[in-house]
């Protein structure tokens, strides 16, 4: 198993909702990302977690939440989105900080 | 400061070799990664450089010159399918830094 999968593959939501963004993979990999990504720009980094720690944040607001509920998963809350955080958010996995990384489909999020 | 330079874009013709280079200049280095991105899709592994030198994987092949802050990808024997973004990337400090990709149209 080489996969990364993220779920929901889109989402819309409104400026007051919460929502959650999901993230899995069982490559037993140890070092998990969050990126976000807008048309025709490179994926740019929001969080790391390491050995299930958050180790970086890329200064993202707080109204993105990670969370690493085991090392299998990953999460990103939102809540009270504006519309220009919509983008494809991508979670990617590698074995350690130091490997290549595995990305997943990414979700398509429309903040309305 | 991190500053990972490539081209905007670049056109071949099928059955070509093309070379799309990469400079990076980053506070830390553990590895330069390159990426093809088709639009829509994820971005998926192509190679790997930490020493340099040349690493070769099929019709793609990337280069590293660790001193000169340089690599390029190699691609060889080129596909229709081959039209993509290509991202350079650096790993420091447990990160992976994206350059801004290389738009890649190959025409028959």
């Known amino acids: 198993d080489t996969e990364v999968t993220q779920t929901p593959k889109h989402l819309v939501m409104g400026m007051t909702n919460k929502k959650s963004l999901k993230c899995e993979q069982h490559?037993?990999?140890?070092?998990m990302y969050w990126y976000k990504q807008k048309a025709k720009k490179p994926p740019e980094l929001m969080f790391v977690y390491s050995y299930e720690k958050l180790s970086i944040n890329e200064s993202v607001p707080s109204r993105f939440s990670p969370e690493c509920p085991n090392s299998s998963l990953l999460n990103l809350h939102l809540h009270a989105l504006q519309p220009e955080d919509s983008a494809l958010y991508l979670c990617?996995?590698?074995?350690?900080?130091?490997?290549?990384?595995?990305f997943g489909q990414g979700t398509r999020l429309t903040v309305v | 400061g991190q500053n990972i330079d490539q081209p905007t874009e670049m056109t071949a013709t099928e059955g070509a070799i093309v070379q799309i280079n990469c400079t990076y200049q980053t506070s830390g280095f553990n590895g330069l990664f390159w990426y093809q991105q088709h639009a829509g899709e994820a971005p998926t592994f192509l190679s790997y450089n930490v020493l340099d030198g040349l690493e070769e994987k099929g019709r793609f092949s990337s280069f590293l010159s660790r001193s000169k802050g340089y690599s390029y990808l190699l691609l060889k024997e080129l596909q229709m399918k081959d039209s993509a973004s290509y991202l350079c990337a650096v790993a420091q400090g447990g990160k992976l830094i994206f350059g801004q990709g290389t738009e890649l149209s190959v025409k028959p």
């Open positions: 490559m037993g990999h140890r070092a």
């Open positions: 990617a996995s590698s074995l350690t900080g130091l490997t290549e990384a595995f």
